[in-house]
């Protein structure tokens, strides 16, 4: 096969596979939620089975799902709180707003009466927007149960993998093999979950207290939507400050406590963000700045914000697997920081010599 037919079927066979991932977003992207969750519960459950005494697996397991999953429900009771809250004191937001728009009317200099949040909200058409409302609140309804359904079926998936690897891999080197690449995948995404929670924490910590000084409303609740905000790299961090920003600009009447607000969040972001959370997300998922921007903007385009969470951990996947070939290798030493997809173990080796 000459390189013209080669190129031509990279392509088709990219074509292929970009539909399918698109056509089939919701349930693919349940299933990745899941398999991320699954990810966090089976790696705390080691770590709770290596560290602490007397922690059987069969204790360690619900220990480690009742952690995982209660920290996820616990989240979600106080977005909604914070939401009814927020909606509650609407009125004293919509005067706000009004205020704003009146001095950015005037800032501008355009004439005639300036916009309210009323005539704004009309000319969105409130009816078929509060139909999108409430399909959005469907579908997450509808993908929280599909995930959780596919969550429950990964642990007993997981537990006959090793025997169904035997079967499949007769030869003992690329038995072998396959279980290396399979825990190099693990290994990666328990270390990028790791370390992109700490640093979040960190920086939700470190914003917490800072809006809490300020006086900026629902503080904690801000706060956790920055969280989630910092999986997403660098347009996250992007939309962590803008968003906070736009409440201060609503809550307070001066450009004092807006500007401290602004300063004051964007320092955490940028300090952890470019100093210290580069160089640990690198070494955990040994990936290039440009092809995680890259991966954010196609996953994120196919899939939504459920694919700018899962870009990074879905392209270290790939950029693993693609390793263990050589026709495709080359691609997985771009995808690399360092151009070492993976390391050179012994399990490598043994799966060039072919089966034993």
């Not at 910590?205 to 997403?232: D, K, M, P, Q, R």
């Amino acid at each position: 096969m000459d390189l013209s037919q080669r190129g031509a079927l990279w392509i088709i066979a990219t074509g292929i596979i970009a539909a399918g991932l698109y056509f089939l977003r919701e349930p693919l992207s349940q299933f990745a939620m899941a398999l991320i969750l699954w990810l966090a519960i089976d790696g705390l459950a080691e770590t709770l089975d290596r560290r602490v005494p007397f922690t059987p697996r069969w204790v360690a397991l619900p220990a480690a799902i009742v952690v995982v999953l209660g920290i996820v429900a616990l989240v979600g009771f106080v977005v909604v709180e914070n939401v009814a809250a927020i909606i509650a004191d609407q009125i004293r937001y919509e005067f706000r707003l009004n205020q704003v728009l009146t001095q950015l009317h005037e800032a501008i200099g355009l004439r005639g009466r300036p916009p309210t949040v009323r005539d704004l909200i009309a000319n969105l058409n409130p009816t078929q927007l509060a139909a999108e409302i409430g399909d959005s609140l469907q579908n997450l309804i509808s993908s929280t149960i599909f995930t959780l359904i596919f969550l429950a079926f990964l642990f007993p998936a997981a537990g006959v993998m090793s025997d169904k690897l035997d079967l499949i891999f007769r030869g003992k080197g690329k038995r072998e093999a396959a279980r290396d690449v399979i825990a190099r995948i693990r290994i990666s995404m328990e270390r990028y979950l790791w370390v992109q929670t700490v640093m979040s924490l960190i920086i939700t910590g470190l914003t917490f207290v800072t809006l809490s000084i300020i006086g900026l409303e629902n503080a904690l609740f801000w706060s956790f939507l920055i969280f989630f905000l910092n999986y997403i790299p660098t347009i996250g961090s992007i939309a962590a400050v803008v968003l906070t920003t736009a409440v201060a600009l609503v809550q307070f009447p001066t450009l004092g406590p807006v500007a401290a607000v602004f300063a004051g969040v964007s320092v955490w972001q940028f300090v952890i963000g470019n100093f210290i959370q580069p160089r640990m997300t690198g070494e955990s998922l040994n990936l290039s700045a440009v092809v995680v921007l890259l991966a954010l903007a196609i996953f994120g385009l196919m899939w939504g914000i459920v694919g700018a969470f899962l870009a990074a951990p879905l392209t270290v996947m790939l950029m693993i697997v693609l390793a263990q070939f050589p026709s495709t290798r080359w691609i997985a030493i771009l995808l690399s920081a360092d151009g070492k997809p993976t390391p050179d173990t012994e399990v490598a080796r043994k799966s060039e010599d072919g089966p034993n």
